[in-house]
């Protein structure tokens, strides 16, 4: 080695259980944490591994998906490690020192179950922790629990190899080069070192232990980011007694500078006033929003947001993590006559087919137009040559392919001076010189294409900004005051105001680019750190036996309020389009029309990809003897209303045949504005192809007292469902909201046995936990 422990890739290995990518990425800076503490190790994901025998050290990051189970990636894995005989008297895995970081969210019922379960299995294999497990929130912020975790994980590692190879801890060559204060990891990307900074009272900053790493450039007159950086060309600096204290009175000091993006130059008039952007780049914007109808914060509203209010004094130290190493660089054709096509090809989070394109038939709006909430009812038309391919049954769930809003994608560009350059083709490569470890162009990111569609189809530019993003920002900020507010936010003396205006105000990168208006950062900064695009998911509430060639799903429009420092209004990713699609149908309330109905778009087809999802147990029971208990309030009740189709044609086909007792309960705020599939569910009931609907009306108590909510009817009801569940081997189906719904009707349950199961030491919630682990408490749920 080059200093250090001497110990090779055997002796510890890094191993992630990803399935939208957070654990990869985590494990991933930590390899690169663990290699500058010299420590040498292997990272591999659990697919890569067969067996753990003859292992020494294993630290494991492990995420838990879908109800309480293992990533796609870790499937073959668990299996394996499962299947481990533990009645022996042997201890196969005594050699063996291991330590978990499992993700999870505490929203859902079985929080971090993959990564406790491992913990178990090896417990009981004679593997030996190390190092205290960590089980990291996903509901409150992962950072709470992995930022603490990781920072002392280096000195435990250090000295547990030691330990086990009888020599010492690190050189002194290893402990000078690094002089090292602490090892911090920041949000779910970037780990490093700790730099602590202060600010004089004009502003600028003194660090007190600056290695290569942690550099911080700063002028008296001249903000860094305009003096250094891959974005900044040629300088032409009129200065006329401007200042760069922080006050907010100042002079105007006027930039004209060159921006190159390679070869290819534009030229951009900057007037700067406390470092922030005037006129000529505010008008601008708001052309951009006018065009679009965004009611976008003013400039006046933008500065008298809490989050642009620096909350320490200058004076106050701040520690700050280091900054993620760059590895991307990027270069453009001048022509864009290439027709490049399929942008995205790496596999999708529980992909179980390839993405087929369909045709959106029709978007129906559910709701009144009074309703707090507005439903819509999409219909896709799946194309003949598919049916064979994407067989399904209603509970199942599929992923829609979706893409960044128009505007929002020219906003971004707009905000990093790449207008000019969003149609032509670019060209990623790693960077030679580049310090990060293991560098590679992001698997869901082409080497090549046009920046305009990676933006649009790639990355999640509404993603709320991890810490190791921000901290980059910093770099790229010219404005003083901009500057000292994002290391605040970054700082671990600001994790506080991080949580409370970043994450808790669910703040995109693009407000944090329209807030603090002086931060320009280079593209590659962007694909280093924004996370995938993600497909949305919807249940199917349709039955393939009424019609196979169709696919229906319900959605609520999401609606995100101009409000704690979001900038503009705008509505879901996914839901937003519809929405869309909806409104260009027809003006009316009740809007049922084809699309071939369409006045715009009437000259072509509107197609939506969609994939079948893996690991689907969301299903009607295989006896149809088998009573049915399902709760599903709001859009939760859309795979109930699939099932009840799907077993009234079966009712038809078998009239001999005997079913189960099947109970629906649902709740809603109004009875006339927002009772979802109302005539048919109560058509449903009338044949008694369900056998009892129970509704609650949360805004119209009088009409059930005592009964507001679903939870409260299941409690009502409880000696007859107690009966079913224990006597009858119910199955019980919960949909909907996972913040709150599904935790108070488990709650509801459990009351219900507890009262109702008249033996002795009976324990419900015991009870409750073996129904999963039988699949027979089902749950659909989403936070």
């Known amino acids: 080695m080059r200093n250090g422990l001497d110990v090779t890739g055997e002796d510890l290995l890094l191993l992630y259980a990803s399935q939208n990518g957070n654990a990869k990425v985590i494990a991933e800076d930590l390899y690169e944490v663990c290699v500058s503490n010299g420590l040498k190790c292997e990272l591999k994901c659990c697919s890569q591994v067969d067996e753990l025998d003859g292992k020494t050290c294993i630290v494991l990051i492990a995420s838990t998906t879908g109800d309480g189970e293992p990533p796609d990636t870790a499937r073959k894995f668990w299996r394996r490690l499962n299947k481990r005989d533990t009645t022996s008297t042997t201890t196969p895995l005594a050699s063996l020192y291991y330590t978990v970081l499992g993700l999870g969210d505490t929203n859902y019922t079985n929080f971090c179950n993959f990564g406790k379960s491992v913990d178990q299995k090896l417990c009981s294999l004679g593997a030996k922790r190390f190092y205290e497990c960590g089980w990291a929130d996903d509901g409150t912020g992962l950072e709470v629990v992995v930022e603490p975790w990781i920072e002392n994980l280096p000195s435990a590692l250090r000295t547990h190899l030691s330990t086990i190879q009888h020599q010492p801890h690190l050189t002194n060559t290893t402990q000078s080069t690094r002089n090292t204060r602490e090892v911090i990891f920041e949000g779910s990307c970037a780990c490093g070192e700790l730099m602590e900074i202060e600010s004089d009272k004009e502003g600028k900053v003194n660090d007190g232990n600056m290695n290569e790493n942690t550099e911080v450039k700063e002028s008296k007159d001249i903000p860094d980011v305009m003096k250094s950086g891959p974005d900044v060309g040629d300088l032409k600096i009129e200065q006329s007694n401007s200042s760069n204290s922080m006050s907010d009175s100042g002079l105007v000091s006027e930039v004209e500078r060159t921006i190159k993006h390679n070869h290819n130059n534009q030229k951009q008039t900057i007037v700067v006033e406390n470092g922030r952007m005037r006129e000529e780049t505010k008008d601008k914007l708001l052309t951009i929003a006018a065009k679009y109808k965004i009611d976008l914060l003013s400039q006046e509203e933008v500065e008298n947001l809490p989050l642009t209010s620096c909350a320490f004094p200058l004076e106050t130290k701040l520690t700050l993590p280091i900054l993620p190493p760059s590895y991307l660089s990027i270069s453009y054709q001048e022509s864009a006559e290439e027709l490049l096509t399929n942008l995205d090809t790496s596999p999708y989070p529980s992909a179980a087919s390839e993405p087929i394109d369909t045709i959106v038939e029709s978007v129906k709006r559910l709701t009144r137009y009074d309703?707090?909430?507005?439903?819509?009812?999409?219909?896709?038309?799946?194309?003949?040559?598919?049916?064979?391919?994407?067989?399904?049954?209603?509970?199942?769930?599929?992923?829609?392919?979706?893409?960044?809003?128009?505007?929002?994608?020219?906003?971004?560009?707009?905000?990093?001076?790449?207008?000019?350059?969003?149609?032509?083709?670019?060209?990623?490569?790693?960077?030679?010189?580049?310090?990060?470890?293991?560098?590679?162009?992001?698997?869901?990111?082409?080497?090549?294409?046009?920046?305009?569609?990676?933006?649009?189809?790639?990355?999640?530019?509404?993603?709320?900004?991890?810490?190791?993003?921000?901290?980059?920002?910093?770099?790229?900020?010219?404005?003083?005051?901009?500057?000292?507010?994002?290391?605040?936010?970054?700082?671990?003396?600001?994790?506080?105001?991080?949580?409370?205006?970043?994450?808790?105000?669910?703040?995109?990168?693009?407000?944090?680019?329209?807030?603090?208006?002086?931060?320009?950062?280079?593209?590659?900064?962007?694909?280093?750190?924004?996370?995938?695009?993600?497909?949305?998911?919807?249940?199917?509430?349709?039955?393939?036996?009424?019609?196979?060639?169709?696919?229906?799903?319900?959605c609520n429009i999401i609606e995100i309020p101009r409000m704690n420092s979001v900038t503009y209004s705008r509505r879901g990713i996914s839901t937003g389009w519809f929405s869309s699609l909806c409104k260009d149908l027809c003006d009316a309330e009740d809007i049922a029309q084809p699309m071939g109905n369409l006045t715009l778009n009437a000259h072509r087809d509107i197609h939506a990809e969609i994939y079948k999802r893996s690991n689907q147990n969301f299903h009607l029971p295989k006896q149809a003897a088998t009573p049915i208990i399902m709760v599903g309030p709001g859009t939760g009740v859309a795979p109930f209303v699939g099932f009840l189709r799907h077993r009234e044609k079966i009712m038809a086909i078998n009239q001999e045949q005997k079913f189960g007792e099947s109970w629906l309960f649902f709740g809603c705020r109004h009875r006339e504005r927002d009772f979802l599939f109302k005539e048919e569910l109560q058509r449903f009931e009338q044949k008694q192809i369900l056998n009892h609907f129970i509704v609650s009306f949360s805004r119209e108590e009088e009409i059930n007292i005592g009964s507001k909510y679903v939870q409260h009817n299941i409690v009502k009801h409880g000696n007859v469902l107690a009966n079913l569940l224990f006597n009858l081997q119910a199955i019980i189906y919960i949909c909907g909201d996972a913040q709150n719904m599904a935790k108070d009707v488990f709650e509801a349950f459990v009351n219900v046995l507890d009262v109702h199961v008249d033996i002795p030491d009976f324990k419900p919630r015991e009870y409750l936990a073996e129904m999963q682990l039988q699949r027979r408490y089902l749950q659909d749920i989403w936070a």
């Open 371 to 554: 309703a707090i909430k507005t439903t819509l009812e999409v219909k896709l038309r799946l194309p003949n040559n598919t049916l064979d391919k994407f067989e399904y049954e209603p509970g199942d769930s599929y992923g829609v392919l979706v893409r960044n809003p128009k505007c929002d994608v020219e906003i971004l560009l707009y905000l990093l001076g790449l207008t000019g350059q969003a149609d032509n083709i670019f060209e990623l490569s790693v960077m030679l010189d580049t310090k990060k470890k293991c560098a590679t162009v992001p698997s869901f990111i082409p080497a090549r294409g046009f920046l305009r569609n990676i933006l649009e189809s790639c990355v999640d530019i509404r993603a709320i900004p991890k810490k190791p993003l921000v901290r980059s920002l910093v770099e790229h900020t010219a404005d003083p005051k901009e500057r000292r507010r994002l290391q605040e936010l970054v700082s671990r003396e600001g994790a506080g105001e991080y949580s409370q205006h970043i994450r808790g105000a669910n703040l995109s990168l693009l407000d944090l680019l329209i807030i603090f208006r002086s931060c320009q950062p280079p593209i590659t900064t962007l694909l280093e750190h924004l996370p995938r695009l993600l497909p949305r998911a919807y249940s199917v509430i349709s039955s393939p036996l009424i019609d196979q060639s169709c696919v229906t799903f319900a």
